[in-house]
């Protein structure tokens, strides 16, 4: 069974040692309880041996050693003690699309669903919303989640801490249950010590070390206690190194531990499976969740609106003189000053307008992607410990919010190109305006891979955002030595550019030009470039998604 032997836990760059040279072996297809006082290293201790955290020493799973994560894909699971699925699902749909997660075949799926809802108890439950449950039913509904891949190791943290007793009783009860009839081991770190007697196997964790492993009876004489709800005060009567030398002396024999083999898991479902999976599941989040939708929707019918207010006084003008060929125009400024006035007002807003509809697009991409990932990052790790592609996740993530990216580039450009009747080709400007949404929403989604808070993401993402307008050097100019330094970077000037340099062909363009001699380049170059930012965001995305972000 799951095993370890001198693990070492410590914390950089401290160097700090939160869990000290720990051995312990749990008892296959029995309950086993991990107890100790607050802070002493228990969760440490179960991370380390899932290699959920980074460690020194030796980890086996029946007899195999474990040296990272996927070493124990479908023989064990993990509980957390976070909250475990989306808030926004029935019961029955998060137990459904985690088994579309990790389960192939599609019978076994069905009558596994059943099964799972039978044992912890929410069939009558299943079509309750996860942010319906009470705190119980939302252990079951964790205790089901593990279950979905049928495990033969259960590993729960603290399933069934500040419950009730009768909803403590009835996780307990689910515990016995599976244990005795499907022959599964579960390892549990609990608090209530009234409880240890439903225990087969109890380990003792005390400041960092593993200081007793035993039965509850062996517990009570070891430490010479009339009951284990007297523990914590003995421990408290000598120091750490008086217990470690003490356990470490005693000859103990753990022969009566049953050896067992591993599971072989079925193969997982494939990586596009899993991705259409994960896609279809966001889609219905998104549905559920108005205030969200709301926003977005009011934000894509909203900012280009607004963009057309700001040219509401210019749209005559700009009606008479954008439209027609460039030929000749400068000669025809000349004849005439007032026209010539015109056009250079005209061609400032313009480009005004442009560079406006480019920041509020990089705005929608910033809300498109910022939370996205951090928000849930603790259920894509649970899910991923289950053993989800993190190349699925990632992909699932970019799909999704570059979709809503296109549509928002598309109905920008369309609706004021329509409304203020723009000059030059559409097929550029529609381009760049969403390549510019699209990147923007890229670069954000990988922020929200990178940090696990989803605020530190948002905020770092506003920066972003707040930036494009004066690192763009388009309305004011940089400092010559910055001007490339920056704009490789910025977004929005490649947007603005690419837009405006579609406009080429126009009187507006030669009017613009008559004042500023700037380079502009042309909106093939833009909108590559603009796909170099979508590729670096989506190389941040896949990195950070790679990386294990557990809290
Ligand atoms: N990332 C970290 N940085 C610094 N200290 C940490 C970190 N993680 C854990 N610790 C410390 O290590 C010790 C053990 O923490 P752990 O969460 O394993 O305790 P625990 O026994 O599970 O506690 P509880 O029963 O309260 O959940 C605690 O003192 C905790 O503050």
Sequence with gaps: MLACKDLTVEIQPAGVRILDRATAEFMPKGLNAVIGPSGCGKTTLVKAMLGILPSAGDVSYAGEPVRQSSDLLGKLSFAPQF????????????????????????VVKLSRLDEILRRIGLSEHRDKRVSDLSGGQLRRLGL???????????????????????????????????????GKTFICIIHNLAKLDVFDWITVVYEGAV???????????????????HLYDRLNEHPIEYWRTRWGEELVCFESLEAIDAVVAPPAPSA??????????????????????????????????????????????LRGLAMGAGGGALEQMEASLRYRVDALEMASLVTGLILFQVILLTLMGSNNGAREIAAERQIFEKERFAGLSAGAYASSKLIFASLIAVVQGLWMMGFVKYICEFPGASLPQAGVLVLSCVSMTAVCLGFSAIFNSADKASLLSVYLVGFQLPLSGIVLALPDML?????????????????????????????????SNEWIPAPALAASVLLLHFV????????GCQRKRWD
């Design 483 to 515: 001007v490339w330094l920056c704009r490789p970077f910025i977004n929005a000037y490649w947007g603005w550019a690419g837009y405006f340099g579609s406009m080429r062909a126009t009187r507006l363009y030669d009017a613009y030009r008559v004042d």
């Design 83 to 106: 909250s475990i699925a989306h808030e926004r699902l029935s019961v029955a749909e998060a137990l459904c699309y985690a088994l579309d997660l990790c389960v192939r075949d599609g």
């Design 211 to 229: 200081v007793f492993q035993g039965s509850l009876d062996a517990l009570n004489a070891y430490f010479n206690i009339p009951d284990a709800l």
């Design 272 to 317: 596009l499976a899993q991705t259409w999976t994960l896609l279809k599941r966001r889609a219905l989040l998104f549905k559920r969740d108005r205030g969200y939708w709301l926003l977005t929707l009011g934000i894509t019918l909203g900012f280009p609106l607004l963009v057309t207010i700001f040219a509401w006084d210019g749209i005559p003008q």
């Design 144 to 182: 089901g989640l593990e279950l979905v891949g049928d495990p033969q190791c259960m590993v729960c943290d603290e399933v069934t801490s500040g419950l009730d007793p009768r909803s403590e009783d009835q996780i307990l009860a689910v515990l016995e249950g599976l244990r005795d009839e499907r």
């Design 536 to 543: 670096l965001g989506a190389v941040m995305v896949f990195w």
